[in-house]
């Protein structure tokens, strides 16, 4: 069964205070891997599509990175305004357009 | 330009009635898709139409789900004889094609269900 695990569930950070988020994902026929920002009673808000293993993706203080089981989500030095749910979700081949999502990672950076 | 956009953003109903959601995609995007969310539960797919094609329908829970798209934009799903278990936010997203490469789906706010 295809499945996408996201970890932690829950991340409390400091300001300044780097880490990352983890989506691995058992799967068969990986097309490609997208990240998303959900924030309280919004839909999710695209970041990041990555396709194929070693290609990494940056925009602001995140960054993205593929291998063949997993990706990362690279936060350097995140400010409040970070605080969110991320989610991970990939599109598989021959399984048209949907997306299999994993549970998210509720990220919280205090001031 | 404009995002997606759904209708109604809160819907609070009773056991066994029926509603309707609507959603209006990205001007111009071919393909589109609902979703739903339930409290402590990831997103998960329910139906994605593609162009002219024939709708992949395999992710709807039971025959009291039904979706619709006319005209190749806007789309309604519609639940019939409402459950409880069917209280949950209701996504959808288009993208400019369905599939393929650069296949980035845009998400509306969603519609917040709420079954009595």
């Known amino acids: 069964e295809d499945q996408v695990t996201q970890s932690p569930e829950a991340l409390r950070l400091q300001e300044g205070e780097s880490s990352s988020l983890n989506c691995s994902y058992t799967?068969?026929?990986?097309?490609?891997l997208f990240w998303y920002r959900q924030d309280p009673g919004k839909g999710p808000e695209f970041l990041f599509t990555?396709?194929?293993a070693g290609e990494e993706k940056e925009k602001e203080r995140l960054k993205a990175t593929l291998t063949k089981k997993e990706s990362f989500l690279h936060i350097t030095a995140p400010k409040p305004e970070d605080s969110a749910t991320y989610l991970c979700?990939?599109?598989?081949?021959?399984?048209?357009?949907?997306?299999?999502f994993g549970q998210g990672t509720e990220l919280s950076v205090k001031p | 330009g404009a995002g997606v956009s759904q209708s109604p953003s809160n819907k609070v109903t009773e056991k066994g009635k029926d509603v309707e959601l609507r959603c209006d995609p990205i001007?111009?995007?071919?393909?589109l898709y609902w979703y739903r969310q339930s409290l402590g539960q990831g997103l998960e797919f329910l139906i994605y139409?593609?162009?002219?094609?024939?709708?992949?329908r395999s992710g709807l829970p039971s025959d009291r789900f039904s979706a619709e798209r006319t005209g190749g934009s806007v789309s309604t799903l519609t639940i019939q004889r409402t459950q409880q278990e069917d209280s949950a936010v209701y996504l959808c997203?288009?993208?400019?094609?369905?599939?393929?490469?650069?296949?980035?789906?845009?998400f509306g706010p969603g519609t917040r269900l709420t079954v009595l």
């Open positions: 799967v068969s026929g990986l097309r490609g």
């Open positions: 001007s111009g995007h071919t393909a």
């Open positions: 979700a990939v599109i598989l081949y021959n399984q048209g357009g949907k997306l299999i």
């Open positions: 990555l396709y194929s």
């Open positions: 997203a288009s993208s400019p094609r369905g599939g393929g490469m650069k296949n980035e789906q845009f």
């Open positions: 139409f593609q162009g002219n094609s024939a709708p992949d």
